[in-house]
């Protein structure tokens, strides 16, 4: 007797509501479920399981259609589907700036679709901050499910023809098999792809897929299926509470969820099971739960950039409530409606479901094409110049005359001179520095690609494989050594502690920040190796900038169509702003003792608040981190006071 039954399971929806929670959990931020991410994959697992054995069956019965199937598919998942892309389209249009605006259209045009995985792939990672902006981001999982659903019923009709000679389930193995190694193997290179790709998560389906042609699990002793059952929900449970944004996934890792979630499918009829998942709420949340995960997503990324900010607990209670009233709503007269139509003998034929399809593509796809191409700039006042990206930081970044390697504020070899070593954070100082200090010629070596803070050559960042580090960085210290100028060392100290560091052969680690307090005694200790190097000359050490800590960017912000809140500043006690306190204060009791310490949190915040504008309206930063000329200018004004104390009584040669 084979594991699988046509009979309907409510342990099931019971798992979905699992599935569909920790989801929802953990993009409210809920402490505690860093992990909840998972859930996607319990839903794979989940889909394995049923498809297969939905086709095993149709297969074995003669009654198999591939035209009734996708028809099935299409009611089951694109109504539901087409209604949230419309409604996301249509609360975007009112509260989004063109840029934000635009690229809603192009993921709203790719998940109607069911490519937009790959877009999202192409743009960047799911755990980047600019997810906030992307109120379609979850159809990601959509795309790979229904790509899924494109190629599996060929594999298993296949399968199932071959089965004298092919063991199905060894081969359904195989190919398992097969996809784990490539994402074990491309995640540690392309973590973007092994997690958006459909061949990077065929075994998570696989899995699922498997237990179609095991033996049924009651041939075995109770305690032996309780046991297996209670495994399969530790398993869940630990990936959902111990996983994180730092954990390498998907690949083996992935097994953990995954393989929880097949044992709990397949010991899904002990006891244990049915009291916990085949109870009423269980089962009630697992039926909602795809109109659940289509809405939750929007609701909260679009209360976040209304209100430019992380959600308080109160706001993501409200959250919550909203993402359970929508689904209810979506499920009761949208989704239930068009999946159980046989059941109410209101049967529509394949071929007019495949039309009535084509057709709502069709009149979707001119308002986004439309707005996918010019964010509709013409709902706001001047919207012309709002409508690219580039246009803020590439016209009014503080770094913008500081090209290359090396650049100087006046060129004047007559002049005094300062260094400043780091960054494109520190190359955003040009504008202020040149500005506040016309007599001194500040010297600026930086590069996204290496780390200037360290004097050996043996550190770069792997997120850019620059070959050229090591002599970069060479030839600014042996400038430097040359005299006994002051330093001064600026960057982006937050995005440096996320990336890893290679000795030169590119091959053996030496470090691998874990965490932001981590990262600064790494930094403090490449500082002391810097100051025995350097000798006895001023060097000044400025920590991370709170950056625009708002939702989304600043040309975000100045052209939505509705300013209220104003952005003119940001809550001190954001995430991203905190990471920059906490290395801060990390990194001060080392500064102290050998280097001038600057924190541009002193002249940037106050107590609860930090500043995205100066007093006249203009913006402090020209992307979400880098200053505007006008922040240069003001932080180089607000430091001068400090900058010219030390530098009155150095030689500046």
Not at 12 to 31: M, Q
Not at 97 to 108: D, E, G, I, N, Q
Not at 156 to 164: D, G, Q, T
Not at 442 to 457: E, L, R
């Amino acid at each position: 007797m084979a594991s699988f039954s046509a009979t309907y399971r409510r342990d099931i929806d019971g798992l979905r509501a699992v599935a569909v929670l920790a989801v929802l959990l953990f993009h409210l931020d809920i402490p505690g479920v860093t992990g909840g991410f998972t859930g996607v994959d319990i839903f794979f697992v989940i889909s394995g399981y049923l498809i297969t054995g939905l086709i095993r069956r149709g297969v074995e019965a003669g009654s198999f259609s591939l035209l009734e199937f996708y028809s099935r598919r299409l009611r089951r998942l694109f109504p539901a589907m087409f209604v949230t892309v419309v409604a996301t389209f249509v609360i975007g249009a009112l509260l989004m700036s063109p840029v934000t605006f635009r690229s809603l259209a192009s993921s709203a045009l790719a998940a109607s679709l069911s490519v937009s995985n790959f877009l999202f792939w192409l743009q960047s990672g799911y755990f980047d901050p600019s997810k906030w902006t992307k109120p379609l981001l979850h159809t990601w999982s959509l795309g790979v499910e229904e790509q899924f659903y494109l190629l599996w019923p060929a594999t298993i009709i296949l399968l199932l023809a071959l089965r004298k000679r092919l063991s199905p389930l060894a081969a359904v193995l195989a190919v398992s098999a097969v996809s784990l190694a490539l994402a074990e193997t491309v995640v540690q290179y392309r973590a973007a792809a092994a997690f958006y790709l459909l061949p990077f998560r065929v075994f998570e389906f696989g899995l699922g897929a498997a237990l179609v042609w095991l033996p049924a699990a009651e041939r075995l002793p109770r305690f032996a299926r309780e046991s297996g059952f209670a495994a399969g929900l530790a398993m869940i449970a630990g990936a959902v509470l111990l996983f994180d944004s730092d954990t390498r996934f998907p690949g083996v890792t992935a097994l953990l969820p995954c393989a929880g979630a097949a044992l709990s499918i397949y010991f899904g009829q002990t006891k244990l099971a049915q009291t916990i998942f085949a109870n009423s709420p269980a089962v009630f949340v697992g039926k909602i739960s795809y109109s659940l995960y289509l809405t939750h997503w929007p609701v909260i990324v679009f209360a976040k950039y209304y209100l430019l900010r992380d959600l308080t607990g109160l706001e993501t209670l409200a959250a919550f409530a909203a993402s359970i009233l929508s689904a209810l709503l979506l499920y009761r007269y949208v989704e239930r409606p068009f999946r159980f139509q046989e059941a109410r003998n209101n049967y529509v034929a394949p071929r007019k479901v495949m039309t009535w399809t084509a057709a709502c593509l069709l009149l979707l796809a001119v308002p986004l094409v439309s707005a996918a191409f010019g964010g509709w700039a013409w709902r706001i006042k001047d919207g012309s110049i709002f409508a690219d990206r580039t246009w803020l930081h590439y016209t009014y970044y503080g770094g913008l005359k500081c090209t290359g390697m090396r650049c100087e504020t006046t060129g004047n070899p007559a002049q005094p001179k300062v260094f400043v070593l780091g960054d494109s954070h520190a190359r955003s100082l040009h504008a202020g520095l040149q500005r506040a200090f016309p007599g001194i010629n500040f010297v600026i070596f930086a590069s996204g690609n290496c780390s200037y803070f360290s004097f050996s050559a043996r550190y770069y960042t792997v997120k850019r494989h620059s070959t050229d580090c090591p002599e970069e960085r060479a030839a600014a210290f042996q400038e430097i050594l040359t005299t006994q100028a002051p330093v001064i060392i600026f960057n982006y100290w937050r995005w440096q502690s996320l990336s890893r560091y290679l000795s030169r052969d590119r091959n053996s680690p030496v470090f691998h920040a874990h965490g932001i307090v981590d990262f600064a005694s790494f930094v403090a200790s490449e500082l002391e190796l810097l100051h025995s190097k350097l000798g006895d000359r001023k060097i000044f050490v400025i920590g991370g900038v709170p950056e625009f800590a708002t939702i989304g960017s600043p040309l975000d912000c100045i052209s939505r169509p509705l300013q209220n809140p104003p952005c003119a500043t940001s809550p001190r006690n954001s995430k991203r702003t905190q990471q920059h306190i906490t290395f801060n204060a990390a990194l001060r009791d080392i500064a102290d003792k050998h280097f001038i310490w600057i924190d541009p949190f002193d002249y940037l915040c106050d107590d609860s608040v930090c500043r995205n504008m100066t007093a006249d309206g203009k913006v402090i930063y020209s992307d979400p981190d880098h200053l505007s000329v006008w922040g240069s200018e003001f932080l180089a004004n607000a430091m001068r006071p400090v900058l010219q104390s030390a530098l009155a009584s150095v030689p500046l040669r």
